[in-house]
C-alpha cells in the first residue's frame, strides 16, 4: 500500500492521509458495485487494501459536496466522497489512473478489464 501511496502522492500532490482515504474510498465503491470475484482479486493483491477500505468508512466525508455524494448513487457518489475529503476535481483523474494501473500490475489486466467494463461511467475517472 505504501508504494501506491506514494505513486498517487506524486501524480496528484495529495498527502499521504488523504490519498490512503481516497483509496479506501474507491477500492469500498469497487467492492460495492463491481464483480465480486474480480474485486476480491484485486483487494486480495494490494496488501492494506482492505484496511484502507475499513478506515474510510470511518469519519464522514465534509462539506456539501460529500453530503451530495451520500444523497446520489454511482461514479458522481464517489466522485462527491472524494471532493469531501479534500480531493479536487483536476486529481481524480490521475489518482484514478494510477489505481488501476497499479492494479493492472498487482491484478492483471483481465480482472482490472472486467471491473472498469461492469461499472457504468468509471471510465471517466481513469
Known amino acids: 500500500m505504501e508504494e501506491l501511496i506514494a505513486r498517487i502522492t506524486q501524480k496528484t500532490g495529495l498527502d499521504q492521509a488523504t ?9 469500498g465503491y469497487l467492492q460495492k458495485e463491481g464483480p465480486q470475484d474480480e474485486v476480491n482479486k484485486l483487494i ?3 496488501p492494506g487494501a482492505q484496511d484502507a477500505i475499513e478506515q474510510s468508512k470511518t469519519g464522514g466525508s465534509g462539506g456539501l459536496m460529500g ?4 444523497m446520489g448513487g454511482g461514479v458522481m457518489a464517489l466522485g462527491g ?11 481524480m483523474q490521475p489518482l484514478g489512473k494510477e489505481l488501476f ?16 467494463g461492469s461499472i457504468p461511467g468509471l471510465s471517466q475517472f481513469v
Not at 453530503?67 to 451520500?70: H, I, T
Not at 497499479?102 to 471491473?115: C, L, Q, W
Open 101 to 116: 494501473a497499479y492494479g493492472r500490475e498487482k491484478a492483471g489486466e483481465d480482472a482490472m478489464g472486467t471491473i472498469m
Open 67 to 70: 453530503m451530495v455524494g451520500s
Open 81 to 91: 466522497q472524494l471532493m469531501g475529503i479534500g480531493v479536487s476535481m483536476g486529481q
Open 44 to 46: 486480495e493483491a494490494l
Open 19 to 27: 490519498a490512503h482515504k481516497a483509496i479506501g474510498l474507491i477500492l
